[in-house]
């Protein structure tokens, strides 16, 4: 199954350039009003009319066609603004009622949008966000600077978050589903288990990694810490070493599943320092409260709690 969000984009991307594909970049610079989707939003149409992200419920999609096939054939970069806020729309254009405006700026690839593309995997290699600042007046328009010396009148500056990164610490029955949704959310997900049985590729297909490792351990080799940790291992010895090694690390979601009974014991056998050190990132129990049983149910609810973690709502 395809990733979702910033990666499908870069899959794309590639799956593209290796058919030897011309294709068209999409990046919205701004909006206003009630729009889809927001400044730094990635799509990509082909010259043989395929595409890779969303600006819209389909109802722009057009527009976004018509866009992408002008700039192929120009080999120039082009901005389009979408405009839904007239009632006039509703009769002779996208009759989406959505009121909002959308500015587009497309690139060809090959051509001018080859350097974002390049920027934009090296930061999801780096694990970080892009701060491009693009042309958009007639002087301007479509050049790309990714510090602040395009800067003026001219210009907008655009911010492109990277990627979520998870660790999933347990490959228990929610660990399927919940690597299920992260991937067609656009998450990367590790998974830490050292039990075989669970750790097997096939069952945990969403998974960008898989480590047969105690938590303690696997959290002591990190290159990096992941945007979340989840506790999940359904054994409390286990969980209690992975919140303990969490206590020292900086990872700003640390999430632990099962009821606030044993949340309250798991916690309490922690010294007072690593109570303290993880108090403002435990999110116990991890999820949030839509109803429902079993780890179908659970994986939502623990989806829903992350995405409205990562998009600011804290």
């Avoid at 919205?28 to 149409?45: H, I, N, P, Q, W």
């Avoid at 497309?106 to 930061?123: F, K």
């Avoid at 990714?146 to 655009?158: I, M, N, Q, W």
Wanted: charged share 20%; glycine share 10%.
């Amino acid at each position: 199954m395809a990733h979702g969000g910033l990666l499908a984009v870069l899959e794309a991307a590639r799956a593209f350039r290796d058919q030897g594909q011309a294709f068209a970049l999409a990046l919205v610079t701004d909006t206003e009003g009630s729009t889809y989707r927001k400044a730094g939003a990635l799509a990509l149409v082909a010259g043989n009319g395929e595409r890779s992200g969303t600006l819209s419920g389909g109802c722009l999609e057009p527009a976004l066609d018509a866009l992408a096939a002008r700039v192929i054939a120009s080999g120039e970069p082009e901005a389009a603004v979408l405009d839904t806020r007239d009632d006039d729309d509703l009769l002779f254009g996208s009759g989406s009622g959505c009121r909002g405006r959308m500015r587009v700026l497309a690139w060809p690839v090959p051509g001018a949008g080859q350097t974002l593309l390049d920027r934009l995997g090296d930061a999801h290699a780096a694990r970080r966000a892009l701060a491009v600042w693009v042309g958009v007046d007639t002087a301007t328009l479509g050049e790309i600077a990714f510090d602040a010396t395009l800067a003026g009148p001219g210009a907008l500056a655009v911010q492109i978050a990277p990627a979520p990164r998870l660790l999933l610490l347990g490959a228990g029955p929610e660990a399927p589903p919940l690597l299920h949704l992260a991937r067609v959310m656009g998450w990367l997900a590790e998974v830490v288990d050292h039990r075989p049985a669970l750790l097997r590729a096939e069952r945990l297909a969403g998974a960008s990694a898989l480590h047969a490792l105690r938590p303690a351990q696997a959290l002591a080799d990190l290159a990096a810490l992941p945007d979340a940790a989840l506790v999940m291992t359904h054994l409390a010895s286990a969980d209690l070493e992975a919140l303990r090694a969490l206590a020292t690390l900086d990872v700003p979601y640390v999430g632990l599943l099962g009821p606030p009974a044993r949340r309250d014991e798991l916690v309490a056998q922690l010294p007072a320092g690593e109570q303290a050190r993880l108090q403002s990132r435990l999110h116990a129990p991890a999820g949030m409260p839509l109803g429902g049983h079993g780890p179908e149910a659970i994986a939502l609810a623990i989806a829903a709690d992350l995405q409205r973690y990562f998009h600011g709502a804290r």
